[in-house]
């Protein structure tokens, strides 16, 4: 049920606008009496909250799936396949800012969504300090602020995709031009001979 309401509540804030529209609107968008959509979620905030969450753990599940990586050459091919979404899946993003922009006005919001990006960047500091490890990674970067670095990247790089609307071919070349640059930036020295 709850998802079906979340469903109903993006379709109406994609069309009337999320400030326009109302917990009565979602709800008969969802087929519920308005009683019944607040057993389920006690505001609009709420809703829009689930939404991001909805969302952002679909992301996370597809990124943090496969475990730690054993080479360099696999994280690097982690990134790329995790940074190349389909035109259809890029365009959330606009939506998304068109929708929910408003919202990061709220500092609670705002604090809830860089948590997603805390938690990426935790995933990537671990996959960093695995390879340091494994000797696949130069030690002297700093895993953490690395980390969230990525999950910056990641988050431009998607973006771009969406807002932008950068064909396919463009958007894969930058892809391959950022994983390139990083996996030079990320190997170990190589000793003189």
């Known amino acids: 049920m709850r998802n079906d309401i979340l469903d109903a509540a993006m379709r109406v804030f994609v069309d009337k606008g999320y400030h326009a529209a109302s917990v009565s609107n979602v709800a008969a968008a969802a087929g519920l009496a308005k009683g019944t959509l607040y057993i389920y979620f006690e ?3 709420a809703m829009t909250t689930a939404i991001v969450d909805r969302h952002f753990a679909i992301i996370a599940e597809q990124i943090t799936e496969g475990g730690l990586c054993k080479t360099l050459d696999a994280f690097l091919d982690e990134l790329r396949n995790t940074m190349d979404v389909p035109a259809e899946q890029a365009s959330f993003h606009r939506v998304f800012f068109e ?3 408003p919202s ?7 604090n809830h969504v860089a948590q997603f990006f805390d938690r990426l960047g935790s995933h990537y500091a671990k996959q960093i300090t ?16 690395l980390g969230r670095v990525l999950a910056s990247m990641l988050d431009g790089v998607v973006l771009h995709r969406g807002l ?16 390139t640059l990083l996996g030079t930036g990320l190997q170990p020295a190589t000793p003189c001979r």
């Open 43 to 45: 505001s609009k905030d």
């Open 104 to 110: 990061f006005a709220s500092d609670e919001f705002t």
């Open 164 to 179: 932008f609307s950068i064909s396919a071919r463009r958007h894969r070349r930058m892809l391959n031009d950022a994983v």
């Open 99 to 101: 929708v929910f922009g």
């Open 130 to 145: 695995h390879l340091q490890k494994n000797g696949e990674v130069a030690e002297h970067h700093n895993a953490p602020s």
